[in-house]
């Protein structure tokens, strides 16, 4: 057998199920590369060797009553997971990435973990995240930098960095993560990994609050299509009846299914180049001629697409998204410890009217009408994932030295740069959150020629509502 972080997710659960691998030695093996490895990748903030191994050994109680008594097992039965430091988990400091806030325990756990527990998952830590998840790279005060698997001097990107990175180092087989802006497929692309945003309402929304135009949905971060198909299938609800009909086969078994030929539309357009002029780079373009080519080489269409965006999304979809950090309870006296980019988005949101959010809420929703008739001319759209290859380590905060974490003293003070920056950086990633669609990010590209070899780039591919099957077949299809 191959090491056990060698195996895919599907792998894994897969030994588990017919305890050819007790949990126990699952998850000892991962902690064990977690203790070699996250000291200089900074992937995990809070590891929870202790509890993951008595999980573990309850795992495997579960197995042994299970064959003794012909019981069944949870779908991820003691699979190892990480979940992102914006979710709570029973037991353990929940950090928001913030050094503003008191760090206790939490009491109960939130959604998310509930969710995947119930699935039978062991959960070995907490992932790095930025400041309230706000940032495309994961980057705080409290902690080291997660950095990229790849390149330590690259960032792991954000805001679900943390889990992105661990996934592609083979901490853990795969991990949820959740995406407002970009979360998932931002951190997946810069790590070489598959990220899938399933579609508005799909899914638990994860641990956002204040999220009013409904723009946060949890996905997976994975090595192959088929093991976030498998992530997908724990995430998505029992019920409603409607969300996938009774009987139908789940999100893993349909990805092994070849999709019907596609018409997929390219586009470089975004709805941030009037206010934020960006020229992609050549790396970005190479992994979309990439895509193009592998699109084409399975047969499906491709043909030029232009989109035209309202050029009054930028401050819409910002006020929007910034209006949670706001409201979040914070005390006076510890306000001075938030980034520079919180501090000053948060000083914004409490300065707007209620009638300003409520306007750019009803924008937004015209933008998500308007966008999405324009997308009907073809099946898919397909975008670069990233404007531009990984960034360096505190590129965006102007922080780019040393390899510790930095004190409030020492963060640049440049807000709106730094937004600028996170913008131009992923400029094809907010507008999907907006439009409630699925998207999947796929690392077709390697600036060293060959995959593993130099740096990841990837491509996004949009669906409709409801396509989350058809973009893990086509993943599956074109090799991922």
Known sequence: MAEIHELTAVELRDALRRGELSARQAAGHFLDRISAINPHLGAL?????????????????????????????????????AFKDLTDVAGVITTHGSAALEHKPALLDGALAAKLKGTGVVSLGKTQVPEFGLTAYSENRIAPPSRNPHAFSRSSGGSSGGSAAAVAAG???????????????????????????????????????????GLVVAGPLARSA???????DALKPAGP????????????????RKPRTLRVGVTLDSPWQTIFPFTPDPEALDALAEGVRLLEAAGHETSDASIRYDNRYPDAFTTAWTAAVGSARILPQREALLTPLTRTFRRRAQQRSPAKLAESLAFLRRFQRDTIAQYTGWDLILTPALAQTPRPVGWFTGTAHGNGYWPAAEWAGDADGDYRKQCQYAPWSSMVNVCGLPAITLPVHWTGGAAGSGLPMGIQLIGPMGSEALLLQLATQLGF
């Not at 109680?61 to 779908?75: E, F, H, I, N, T």
């Not at 997946?188 to 990994?193: L, T």
């Not at 009909?245 to 092994?256: H, I, M, N, Q, V």
């Open 226 to 232: 088929a093991d976030a198909a498998l992530l997908l």
């Open 241 to 256: 009846p409607g969300v996938r009909r009774e009987g139908a086969p789940g999100y893993l078994e349909d990805s092994a």
């Open 45 to 81: 903030i809070t590891v929870t060797a202790e509890q993951g191994m008595v999980d573990a050994a309850a795992a495997d109680d579960r197995y042994a009553r299970s064959v003794r008594d012909g019981a069944g097992l949870p779908l991820l039965h003691g699979v190892p997971v």
């Open 171 to 213: 901490l853990v087989p795969f991990a949820p993560g959740s995406d407002g802006g970009g979360s998932v497929r931002i951190p997946a692309a810069a790590c070489g990994i598959v990220g899938l945003k399933p579609g508005r309402g799909l899914v638990p929304a994860g641990e956002s609050t204040g999220d009013a135009a």
